[in-house]
């Protein structure tokens, strides 16, 4: 069994800033990307920070400037630094991982429970 828990959600006032971190826990062989996704209400989740297992990485439009995406392997951990956050950030941010559970199985993709985060004064 894999789990995915996010934490550091929470209230800001715009231009400040939050930190997320995702931890994977459980049979876990190898872990390829992870990224952070959000969902505002009324909308489709979308994309927001990926960072593949060579630490390249991959940002929305919306956060380029602003987030930065960065994880541990040693840890499972991904992180998700977010600053000068406008109200338009406003969603719940859900952590995603592809990985294997064994060295002989395939990648699956496997998300968080989501974590709020509110922008708001």
């Known amino acids: 069994q894999v789990q995915l828990v996010e934490s550091g959600g929470g209230l800001v006032q715009p231009g400040g800033s939050l930190r997320l971190s995702c931890a994977a826990s459980?049979?876990?062989?190898?872990?390829?990307?992870m990224g952070w996704y959000c969902q505002a209400p009324g909308k489709q989740r979308e994309l927001v920070a990926s960072i593949t297992s060579g630490d390249s990485t991959n940002y929305a439009d919306s956060v380029k400037g602003r987030f930065t995406i960065s994880r541990d392997n040693a840890k499972n951990s991904v992180y998700l630094q977010m600053n000068s956050l406008k109200p338009e950030d406003t969603a719940v941010y859900y952590c995603n991982a592809r990985l294997k559970r064994t060295w002989n199985g395939r990648f699956s993709y496997y998300w968080g429970q989501g974590t709020q985060v509110t922008v708001s004064s």
């Open positions: 459980g049979s876990i062989f190898s872990i390829d990307a």
